[in-house]
């Protein structure tokens, strides 16, 4: 699974704001599987991958969300030292530029999810699964 959509959300800079969100996911049930926030220009921006992306998408609606859809690419990986790096090695020697990445944990596993931002998502997924292949 190297293709796989992500939630960018903008949220108040205030307090509360962001646990109201997340809040608000839970109580439907959707699990968050990797996430990142930080704030910029005043606004807190937070990046997601759900177990059910299309719950997500129904929960930020309802609460009148600022929010886009993006496709990233995605990697599992095994929770040990260099893997991630070995992940963003195999990028960058194909040519794709990283324009962020963020990590989670997998559901019911030692694998941790590794999700890159990157400018040719197509290409990245491909080198990430035969990545993942090469290490099954």
């Known amino acids: ?3 796989a959509k992500e939630f960018t959300v903008t949220i108040a800079d205030k307090p509360g704001a962001l646990g109201k969100c997340l809040s608000a996911l839970a109580q439907r ?3 968050i599987l990797a996430f990142q ?9 937070a990046r997601f ?3 059910d992306m299309a ?10 969300m600022i929010f886009e859809e993006t496709e990233v690419a995605l990697v599992r990986l095994a929770n040990r030292p260099g893997e ?3 992940a963003a090695s195999r990028l960058g020697g194909e040519g794709i530029n990283i324009d962020y990445t963020y990590i989670g944990q997998e559901p019911e596993s030692a694998l941790i999810l590794a999700v890159f931002g990157v400018d040719q998502v197509t290409k ?5 699964d035969e990545m ?3 290490k099954a």
Do not use: F, I, P, T
């Open 49 to 51: 991958v759900a177990d």
């Open 84 to 86: 991630l790096g070995q």
């Open 1 to 3: 699974m190297a293709r």
């Open 132 to 134: 993942a292949a090469e």
């Open 55 to 64: 719950s997500a998408k129904a929960v930020l609606a309802s609460l009148d």
């Open 29 to 31: 049930g959707v699990n």
């Open 124 to 128: 990245a997924a491909a080198a990430l």
């Open 37 to 45: 926030s930080y704030v910029e220009e005043g606004e807190s921006l």
